[in-house]
């Protein structure tokens, strides 16, 4: 067994542990193994240990990677250009990091043109951090109603990247990030079924994951330093 297939392993048992912990079941949490500064071998790696989500912060390493491991469901989580739109839109599983409405409404145009329905989450700056990107939280509500009249990108949820600090100092912002979601989603915006939560890396996972995570992100933990 490989270091990497190793690592995975311990990542699984570790979100099992978490997930027990909040009465919750591990196989509604999607781990995805991050790529940035990882090479072709270490990817190949991975997938023989049986992780089929990888998600890549960079659009020229998303593309590149995307094209040699099609097979596998590539997630776009990095901060991503206007101009950039028309490079991960359709070989996206998921974009991660819509920041603004015209950001997201310029992922509607290109998806349109292409014939395609985009899947995207709407980063939200719960911690309120100026050097993050992301909605402010009391302007997200805006962004959904935006997107109910938007037919080819469907937002699927939220997401949110914590500070880096010690897991139980950022609790606040998982919670923060679960409290608006389930606000946001009572509300119910035509065409608008937001189910996935993506907060939590190798850091602080385990908290994201009590605090409601859906999807984690995860590089170091799989792939090493």
Known sequence: MSAIAERYRAVRRAVADAADAAGRNAEDITIVAVTKNVGVAEIKQAIAAGIRDFGENRVQEFVGKHGLF??????????????????????????????????????????????????????????????????????????????????????????????FARPEEVRWVFRGLADLFASLSSLRFNGVEMSELSMGMTNDYRVAIEEGATIIRVGRAIFGK
């Open 70 to 163: 099609p097979e596998v469901r590539w997630h776009f989580i990095g901060t991503l250009q206007s101009n950039k739109v028309k490079d991960v839109v359709g070989r996206a599983a998921l974009i991660h990091s819509i920041d603004s409405t015209a950001l997201l409404a310029r992922v509607d145009r290109i998806a349109s043109e292409r014939g395609v329905v985009q899947p995207v989450l709407l980063q939200v700056n719960v911690s309120g951090e100026a050097t993050k990107h992301g909605f402010r939280p009391e302007d997200v509500e805006e962004a959904l109603r935006a997107a109910s009249g938007m037919r080819s990108v469907r937002v699927e949820g939220l997401m949110t990247i914590a500070p």
